[in-house]
């Protein structure tokens, strides 16, 4: 798909084993929370999160190289099945013990009607769609709406995220079935984790315990290196 190489018949997925390899992928050491590459020190993300959220993980950088330029496919080129390979490799990624324990559900971060409607799906469906099958959980598409068109967070800057989703997201449905939960966020990608905290702020108010976060791609703080 990225290095437009044909691909065999013996596969459904889109993107082949070497663009699969060439994605630059977070590195070890990482915060054991966040999921950050650090090497000593604070972790410079955490600070980002809420009390309340316990881990988040990422599988690659975005949006350079080709991480990006899969997301890219996948949200705007019409590369929907691309969702089944993401969301291969996000299943695999690693969390702490007590995260694989506890997690109820997946919950797809959902868009508003008229952005569903222009883009004709919802990206974080799809992935948490193709996790829920590899991880043998239940994916919660009806807990959690957007109650507002919001304008794309790609050339805010993070103050602007946070004004643009502030009160953008309410609970569905039965409460009861909120409380107590450890509930896993899914997107596409975080850069300020504006859009996931002002998720997770309506599902704990909604009653949910404990949140984690996942995502294919994670954007890099200002000042870290790009990858070679």
Known sequence: MVCEARLGDDTDDLSCGTCWSRVALLPSPHCDRCGYPVV?????????????????????????????????????????ALAGGMGARMSRLSWPADVVAERTALVPVPLSIRRERERGFNQSERLAAAM?????????????????????????????????VSGAFRVTGEPARLRGAHLVLVDDVVTTAATLNACAAALFAGGTRIISYVTFGRARLPGDASPP
Do not use: M
């Open 40 to 80: 000593d020190g604070a972790c410079p993300w955490c600070a980002l999160l809420p009390p309340y959220v316990r881990a988040v993980r990422s599988w690659c950088w975005v949006p350079e190289g080709v991480g990006g330029q899969i997301v890219h496919a996948f949200k705007y080129d019409g590369w929907h």
């Open 132 to 164: 829920g099958k590899y991880l043998a959980l239940d994916v919660w598409r009806d807990v959690l709406a957007r109650t507002h068109f919001t304008a794309s967070q790609t050339r805010l800057t993070p103050e602007e995220r946070l004004r643009n």
